[in-house]
């Protein structure tokens, strides 16, 4: 499938997310050098996991954005992109990109942490810039640049949202995703914000997998298991489908509030819409492997090395922010 | 063990209801051990409804026949692909993509330059899936027999084709169906006739038709003599190889079936529909007493077989006892509790 891309889109990046100064500026910094005299060539290795969901699809959709504009703005510019499928199909990305490729820059989201650490210490020691996203390797000194999204903010965000929306009152049903150290930090934050408020009660967690349909059943349970339901934290916007089928299928009309999670582009749409029951979301957008693609070449280029450590803050999006959340053309 | 197809067919029952009555010349322990996964279905729905008094309600019962049905009509598929000694790893994807294309078809339709009525479309998409899983299925029948490739390696690739196309189709985000389209489908999924889901009511009679086709006509004596021993039914002037690939056409046609039915529920398909249904309906299958290596089989055993593994899964979310980290050990327990109550059959 052919997907259009709008012009001027890599401007757009540079202004639609006030949020994250600190990397517009590194872009803008980055954009400036881009026409300076003689780049160095840089050949920039990623590997990330193949499209198996609308998460995942978002992260290619976006790796393959960076690679476009960044390879049509600097000719010195090599992006390969790698998807794997699995761990140690992810190991010989790595490898073969380094052999194969010779590339000398690698920007990474390893399908697991503990697994990949050795083969990526492996291509570092070789001399290859190292940028991790997402999911930190279990042995640090394997990195030179660590990107991710705010999985804490992700889980504590909602629970402020839900408690102010209830006011401090009500009960709730959380879907978990899938069991993974990402679900239970964002479960964890959930769950301490939401001991701050004595009045709201939660009924029960289950593991809906991140999967829409997983969703609809253990929501089905849910409603016919508790009679009064004020919110439904679903922890992910695809999850968030599966529960809003379950209660419009139920005629329940006691929950006041889905809660999704990631800035999914159907579940922002719904936000701007003023939806009854999605009135917000908080995001973790597949967008920052485009931001540490960006970040890491145009560092490169320079010369330079990236901060260590960049967190790229979820927010909590509203109708008041949404527009600024909404990517049309991604398929996520 | 000799095809023995005279177990009396009786009303299709999708709820632990009545056991079809033992055929004369069966023994006493050959049934107990047939009405194993039966009585197991009722023990675990006792346990439900004393752990939650809301298990017993009908809405509930509702609930889980309703979502039983997509596994359940594959699984129907499924018994005479095994029962003939093959095997299908790709129903999971296959049903997938079947849904990727419909919805992409249908909202072709929709926003072409001459937009036919609601129900012309949903015809047209439902007539597509169709079509979709019968050639499927035709292909898988053709590869195994005149490829003379195993059933598990043909079905393994298409596993991965299908399930590929998909999340090439969708971008590897979801497909969509059309806002106005989705509503106008979604009865299909969420209707009631005479108080029973329309998806129990093609289960139900997907189940009467597959246990007609396989204990009272012939073909269905093909199978099981196929799956018995493929060179004494060769040499018996069985034709083997038409049987086979109709056995893989009959699943892929059940296939589409679910995938109609699964459609009108999300209205939506991604990279993830269907992951791991192929586990399941084979689950649904051998927990239902068919042998993984074919000759003999029940479909009504499927039948219970598939509810018994949504009632587990119901019951796992009615309650909370256990930590959820431990449910998918409670139904593995389940799992090879069943069977071992049906177990030496061979």
Redesign the interface.
Known sequence: ?T?FIEKGNSMRFSNTLPARIALACALAAGLGTSHAAAPANVTLGVAIP?????F???I??WANQAKKELEAANPGLKVIVKTAASTPEQANQVQDLLVVNKMNALVILPLESASLTQPVSQVKNKGVYVTVVDRGLTNPAAQNAYVAGDNSAFGRLPAEYLARRLGGKGNIVVL?GM?STIDNERVNAFNAEIKKYPGIKVL????G?????DA???T???L??FKGIDAVWAADD?MA??VL?AIE?AKRTDIKEVFGGAGAK?AVKKVMDGDRLVQADVSYSPKFIYDAIKMTANARLKGEALPARTIIPSVLITRDNARQFYFPE??? | MQPTPNTRSTEPTTGPGPQPAPAAGLPALAWLRAAGPLIALVLLCIAGALL?P?FA?V??LM?VLT?TAFIGIIAVGMTFVIVSGGIDLSVGSMAALIAGAMIVAMNALATGANPPGAAPMIVAGIALALACGAVFGIAHGLLVTHGRIEPFIVTLGSLGIFRAVL????????L?LDFNLAEAYSPVY?QSVLGIPIPVWVFALVAFGGTVILNRTAYGQHVQAIGSNEQVARYAAIRVDRAKVLTYLLLGVCVAIATVLYVP??G?A????G?LWELEAIAAVVVGGTSLRGGAGRVMGTVVGAILLSVI??IL??T?IIS??L?PAVQGVVIIAVAYLQRSRR
């Open positions: 499938m997907v193949t499209a198996t969901h609308g995942t699809g978002g290619v959709w978990r069991p029960d967690a289950k593991y997998n991140w999967n829409r349909d609809f059943k253990v089905q349970d849910y016919t298991r695809d489908i599966g089928k299928q159907f991604s398929p996520y | 939650n809301d309600t809405d509930n609930n979502r999340t090439w189709l969708s971008d590897g985000g979801a969509t969420y529920r999300l939506s991604t990279p993830t529909t992951i899964g119901n979310n009615l909370s959820v980290h449910n």
